[in-house]
Structure formats: structure tokens, C-alpha cells
């Protein structure tokens, strides 16, 4: 057995270990660069590189995959050519019927209940003036419309019918529920159906058994440019015609404005819109003779300037408001016309001697303000033409200002009204007596009877 040799110094320990670690890492970096020496030989070089990436390119350009993705790629230039082009039709088209519905929604086009309303509200106006006043009783036979309206419209437009037929006139109303009615019967082995639209006899029947007098037919015709309601009243007995009207929306307007009526007096509210008072505003000028506190008949004579606002009610035949009267003496307004007097020398003689007063007295108003709340009846017929002279009464109750004056005021008149602007206005007035305060003692005032006359511009 060899004898074993131990370190004799710290050197050979620490460098022992060192040459045992060394030598395996050593042969581990020479099989690495062996490694990389293969490697590098196996690299082509730059000229055969170029030649495969030629090869390459022209294998690949033969292959399917790129005459699919060719393919693909025109598609896809064509599609959004195609896409493009359908877009910009679209737009055009978009572009058409955004001005269509523009031209259709303008003010110029009336919407279709609107002419309907409007074509009732004339048909209202004639039945308000009486046209079918003599007839006893009145029931709807037949409704027909056009082929562009709904067939549930004929049961709407009767409805409609009847409702301006009770509202303008007394005539009574009867549904006959037989003239909707029809029985069907065999004769010669046929199937007859029939009904008392269309059967005369079984009309007669219908209208001895209800009481009916009188029937109504109606026809609703409707058009892109306008709109015809055509109604006829005929005897059911004798089957003659005693009252027919046509109903065109193109002259509507017109013969409105040429019977001088206010067109809302016969336009019905449609559901839902709100009330829409309807006011009258005199502003007038005139004259008036009212006591005065004091003074000589010229302080008691005045300038009137009136203003009174109401608002119409009970189908234009009442109306309630307030006036308001501003009052001038004519003493305080007119003075004396300047004049030349005569120089002859002589002196006037003036007293010397002033005249006592032993009382307070007081001085005329030189002017008043009145205020009152008015009440006023027109008497009209069914409606208010401005083609006719139209008279009314009003009564107000109200009170008399002035510097420290105030004195209850009652007044009552008589209005006339000319065309739509103007009208006239005779008027008595009662001024209560009042006490008021002169140099610190009251004074009792007398009250006594006025009138005045006023000449107004109306609005």
C-alpha cells in the first residue's frame, strides 16, 4: 500500500481543489468550441443564400396559396368597389327620401284629420245657421268612403256627423240600428242578401217601426291634393231630397273669409290641445259729464280716455273684464283763446279790501282716475259675423281717485259694434258721495249722475 503525503503548507490545500474543479470546465469549453466550429462551417455562404431566397420566391408564386390569396385580394378590391358604389347609392337614395319627407312634413301640407276637422266645422256652421232647423228627426242610413281609407272610418265619420249635429241644433237624433243590418233569403234556389240600404221596402219598414222622418247619406272622397264631403237629406216616405251640400277643402277657407266669420268660432279643439282664451281690448277716446268735488259746470265737463280689456266666454256672448278711465276737465285742458285788448287809457279799478273766508272750501278735481270691474252680454245669433252691426249692454262697479278723493262709482251701457275694429260706447254713471279732508276738517262731498260717450279701436 503507497504511504499517503500530507500538505505541508496552506498552499497545496487551497490549490488541490482548484485543479480537481478546473480540468472537467476545461473539457466542457473545447466540446463547445468544437460545437461552434461545425456550425460555422455548415453556414452558406452570402452567393447561395441569394440563390435560395430566388428559388424561393419563384416556388412559392407557382404554388396555389398564391393564386388563392391573388384571388382573395381582387375579391376583396372588387367587393369594396362594389360596396363603395351600393354605399353611395344608398346615400342618394337616403338623400331622396329625406327630402321627400321634408316636402311632406312643411306647413303647406295639412295633415289628414286636420281637413277632416275642417270639413265638420263648415258642416257644424251650416247646421248652426239652420239649413236642416225644420227637420223633426234625423237618423244616418249609409256612410261610404274612399277606397284609401280604412272601412272602420264610415262608423267614425257617423259618429263625427252626429256629434256636429247635436252640438249646432236641436234636431233629435236616431240610431237606426236596422239600416246596418242584412238577411239573407233563398229565392229560385238563389241566396239573396239584402239590407235596408239597398232595399227601399225594408227602409220603410225600418223607418215606420223607429218613428224616423228623415235619413242622411254621406260620402267622404279622399285625395293626395284635397278632400270632398258630399251629404244629402231625403224624405222617408216620399223619398224626396230636402237638403244636399258638398264640402270641397280647397274652398273652405275661402267662403269663410267671405262670410266675415272667425274661423274659430266654428273649429273644434282636437283632443288634448289646451284651452286658448280668446280676448278684447277696447281702447277708446270720448268725452264725459261727471260731478265734481266743487267748482262751475266747465270743471264738471271731461276728457275720457278708456281702455277695457275682457275675456269672451259662453261662446263669445258674455264677457268679463276690467276699465280703466282716465279723466281731464276741459277747464284744466282748454284755456281761454288769446285776444288783443283795447288801450284807452284807462285804469282799472282793483278792491282793495279781500274777501274773508270764514269755512274751508274745497277745489274742483282737475283730474281723475277711475277703475271698475265690467260684465258684458253681447246679443248675437248662432255666431258672430263682422258683416253685421252687433250690440251688447255691460254694468261695472268700481271707484273714483283723485288727490285725496275717493268716491264708489257705478256705471252701465250700451256697446255697438261696427265691422271688427271700432265701436261705440253710450254710458250713465252714478258717483256716491264721499267725505274728504280740507285744512284738517272733513268735508262731505255730494255724488250725483254722469255719462259718457266713447269711440274705441278694438283688438
Known amino acids: 500500500m503507497p504511504r499517503q503525503s500530507f500538505p505541508t503548507s496552506i498552499r497545496d490545500v487551497t490549490l488541490k481543489p482548484w485543479r480537481h474543479f478546473a480540468e472537467p470546465l476545461d473539457m466542457r469549453n473545447s466540446f463547445h468550441m468544437d460545437r461552434s466550429r461545425t456550425l460555422l462551417a455548415r453556414l452558406p455562404t452570402p452567393r447561395a443564400a441569394f440563390h435560395a431566397f430566388i428559388l424561393a420566391v419563384f416556388a412559392f408564386a407557382s404554388s396555389p396559396l398564391w393564386a388563392q390569396a391573388a384571388t382573395d385580394t381582387y375579391d376583396d378590391e372588387e367587393s369594396s368597389g362594389i360596396a363603395a358604389k351600393t354605399g353611395a347609392k344608398d346615400e342618394a337614395q337616403q338623400a331622396q327620401d329625406a327630402e321627400k319627407l321634408n316636402v311632406a312634413s312643411s306647413n303647406h301640407v295639412r295633415r289628414f284629420h286636420e281637413v277632416l276637422d275642417e270639413l ?22 249609409k256612410i261610404r268612403v274612399s277606397p284609401a281609407i280604412p272601412k272602420t272610418y264610415e262608423d267614425y265619420l257617423e259618429v263625427l256627423l252626429n256629434e256636429r249635429i247635436r252640438e249646432n241644433s236641436q234636431v233629435r237624433l236616431i240610431a237606426c240600428v236596422p239600416c246596418k243590418t242584412r238577411t239573407s233569403s233563398l229565392v229560385d234556389g238563389k241566396l239573396m242578401i239584402t239590407s235596408p240600404a239597398t232595399n227601399m221596402a225594408k227602409l220603410e219598414a225600418a223607418a215606420q217601426s223607429l218613428g224616423i222622418e228623415y235619413f242622411m247619406d254621406a260620402v267622404l272622397v279622399y285625395h293626395t291634393t284635397h278632400m270632398v ?13 230636402v237638403w244636399a251640400r258638398t264640402y270641397n277643402s280647397e274652398t273652405v277657407k275661402s267662403r269663410y273669409q267671405k262670410l266675415a266669420i272667425d274661423y274659430s268660432q266654428v273649429a273644434k279643439s282636437r283632443p288634448g290641445e289646451d284651452y286658448v282664451p280668446d280676448y278684447r281690448v277696447m281702447i277708446g277716446f270720448g268725452g264725459a259729464a261727471i260731478p265734481n268735488v266743487a ?3 266747465e270743471d264738471s265737463t271731461m276728457l275720457n280716455l278708456q281702455i277695457r280689456a275682457t275675456e269672451k266666454f259662453n261662446n263669445r256672448h258674455d264677457e268679463f273684464g276690467m276699465l280703466f278711465s282716465l ?15 283795447p288801450n284807452d287809457g284807462s285804469a282799472t279799478s282793483t278792491d282793495t279790501e279781500e274777501d274773508l273766508v270764514t269755512e274751508p272750501t274745497p277745489k274742483p278735481f282737475q283730474m281723475a282716475f277711475g277703475i271698475y270691474g265690467v260684465y258684458s252680454h253681447l246679443f248675437l245669433g248662432s255666431v258672430e259675423s263682422y258683416n253685421e252691426a252687433r250690440s251688447g249692454m255691460h254694468v261695472g262697479m268700481g271707484g ?14 250700451w256697446d255697438i259694434y261696427f265691422g271688427k275694429r271700432f265701436s261705440t260706447s ?10 274728504i279732508l280740507v285744512s284738517g276738517e272733513s268735508v262731505k262731498t255730494k255724488g250725483g249722475a254722469g255719462v259718457d260717450v266713447i269711440m274705441s279701436f278694438n283688438f
Open 120 to 141: 265638420l266645422a263648415e258642416f257644424g256652421y251650416d247646421v248652426k245657421m239652420g239649413q236642416i232647423k225644420g227637420l223633426s228627426n234625423l237618423a244616418v242610413r
Open 229 to 241: 264631403l258630399a251629404l244629402n237629406v231625403f224624405n222617408a216616405q216620399t223619398k224626396e231630397m
Open 295 to 297: 267748482g262751475t259746470k
Open 327 to 341: 279723466l281731464k276737465t276741459t277747464s284744466s285742458t282748454l284755456n281761454a283763446y288769446p285776444t288783443i285788448e
Open 400 to 413: 273714483l281717485f283723485s288727490t285725496g278723493y275717493l268716491a264708489p262709482l257705478l256705471r252701465a251701457g
Open 426 to 435: 253710450f254710458s250713465g254713471c252714478y258717483v256716491a258721495s264721499s267725505t
